[in-house]
């Protein structure tokens, strides 16, 4: 099936060019491609030094383009994430963090109650106004009731799942997540949607490589401005590969999973070339956040920094970063910006010619003087877990107001987020509070968070004496949005979903339970 569909993306693609050639590239509102991976470390990628070199097209893409070496989530956690990515706005301003328990990282399972907020507007919703069509392909995560679903907040399309691709299940105590193709379920992973555990087979890679192809095409003839947000998962665990790439790579499945999907974003790049549409669309390639070092040989690699998803440390918040923008972004450029993924709800705002939402606070900031004139804006980055500030880095400075890893009962149960990486005093097992004397990195001389600096050298000092009052200052405008991520319900999970009556997988759910959700990390 996916074969067969890209056979004739690339046959139209033939008739189309034997008649027509496209240059767009003075267009005043260029396309805007961002391409989320899922658990996708900072090391995975052979640009920043991965050994094996297996990621050919994203090097391609950083030479052709700008990289972006200090980038970073909102979150060390795929839901607030992504939440973050599109509102341009932290976690807990738009909501996605809990106070059940303090600094607690939180998402949206299957029986999460919530979701994001109608009262938040996201990056669709804004480009909607300028005409723009827009499609998410993939994983979308930001919750899977009623209202909460992408066609209620700006997109035209949709082709993905609202959860993880967990499973299988039976049925009976957990539904199987299901696929949606625009406001309807179309079948359910592991029963029409193939992921092989044993093996790691399963070609969703390819259906959403043909998804995003067939969308960028058909806006391409009708000479139409798009966002596509294409945020596979097959980095996620439990990962995958289709049948093409398994046992390619020197680093195992994991390895599997990567070469694909670089070998898709080649094939995304090369499709803006040959319909004569790169000189106008701006792509932007990073991760939600860092890699899973707790899924061990399932977990990729965060480089040099310490630890990984779900903490604090760089290694859970440092993603890889790429822009790409043929004729706009200087080639081969590398930019020592302090990035974020919010930073690209203002940055795609602006590219579209508006203004972003002054009713508001926005953490995101416009790159377009980074990525035209390789500008560095002097701006800090704050490090949150759940509803709590953790860290933040100003400069090449990182202080830790707060350090913690995962509990002892997690650690003992074998769910390390820092495996190897024990750092005494740092990667503690217990929150353990520093607002009084924080502990001050310089990750330029130590990106690893190793060697604290002396509070007794003038170095220590100076740099507390520039980070107090930014800290202050953003403590006393915080003004919290209402948690979403509090209340868990069985009942609430995917067992009914819009369209499950076409295809006879409706399933009767439970009695409705409503319980807060116990969040461990």
């Not at 694909?260 to 991760?287: C, H, M, P, R």
Request: charged share 20%; hydrophobic share 35%; glycine share 10%.
């Amino acid at each position: 099936m996916a074969t067969g569909r890209l056979h004739v993306l690339t046959c139209l693609l033939g008739l189309v060019c034997s008649v027509w050639t496209r240059d767009d590239s003075n267009a005043s509102t260029p396309n805007i491609i961002i391409m989320l991976m899922d658990d996708m470390g900072w090391g995975d990628l052979g640009v920043f030094g991965q050994p094996s070199k297996e990621t050919p097209n994203l090097d391609r893409m950083a030479a052709e383009g700008m990289l972006f070496p200090n980038f970073y989530t909102a979150n060390p956690l795929c839901s607030p994430s992504r939440a973050s990515l599109l509102t341009g706005r932290l976690p807990v301003r738009n909501g996605f963090y809990t106070t059940n328990a303090h600094a607690r990282n939180a998402y949206t399972p299957q029986n999460i109650v919530g979701g994001i907020a109608q009262e938040e507007v996201l990056l669709p919703e804004m480009l909607k106004k300028k005409g723009y069509s827009t499609k998410l392909v993939g994983k979308w995560h930001l919750g899977h009731r009623p209202g909460h679903l992408p066609l209620q907040h700006g997109f035209d399309q949709w082709f993905g799942a609202p959860n993880c691709h967990f499973g299988p299940y039976n049925g009976i105590n957990t539904p199987n997540v299901p696929v949606y193709n625009n406001s309807e379920m179309i079948g359910r992973y592991y029963e029409d949607f193939h992921i092989d555990r044993k093996t790691g087979e399963s070609n969703l890679t390819q259906i959403f490589l043909e998804e995003g192809l067939g969308f960028i095409f058909t806006q391409s003839l009708a000479h139409h401005p798009f966002f596509l947000y294409w945020a596979p998962d097959a980095t996620h665990a439990p990962v995958y590969a289709s049948k093409k790439f398994l046992g390619k790579s020197q680093r195992g499945l994991y390895g599997d999973a990567v070469m694909e999907l670089d070998y898709a974003v080649g094939q995304i790049l090369d499709w803006l070339n040959l319909l004569g549409i790169a000189k106008n669309t701006f792509v932007f390639f990073t991760s939600d956040n860092g890699a899973a070092l707790m899924s061990g040989v399932m977990g990729g690699s965060n480089g040099p920094f310490l630890c990984g998803k779900e903490t604090t440390f760089e290694g859970g918040m440092r993603e890889p970063a790429i822009a790409w923008w043929p004729g706009r972004i200087p080639e081969g450029t590398v930019s020592h910006q302090l990035g974020s993924v919010m930073d690209l709800f203002s940055t795609s705002v602006a590219l579209a010619g508006l203004a972003v939402p002054d009713d508001r606070e926005l953490d995101g900031l416009d790159l377009r003087p980074v990525l035209f004139n390789n500008t560095v804006i002097d701006r800090p980055i704050f490090y949150y877990r759940g509803n709590e500030m953790m860290a933040v880095r100003v400069g090449p400075y990182k202080a830790h107001y707060w350090t913690w890893s995962n509990s002892w009962e997690e650690l003992n149960k074998g769910i390390n987020f820092c495996p190897g990486q024990e750092v005494a005093g740092i990667t503690t097992h217990t929150q353990e509070e520093h607002t009084m004397q924080p502990i001050i990195f310089h990750l330029g001389r130590d990106p690893g968070e190793k060697y604290p600096i002396s509070v007794l050298k003038h170095e220590y000092a100076a740099a507390l004496k520039r980070i107090s009052p930014i800290v202050e200052q953003h403590k006393m405008k915080l003004v919290p949005g209402a948690p979403q991520l509090n209340m868990c319900d069985e009942a609430v999970m995917n067992w009914s979903p819009p369209g499950c009556e076409k295809l006879g997988k409706c399933i009767t759910p439970p009695k409705s339970q409503p319980v807060k959700c116990d969040w461990p990390h």
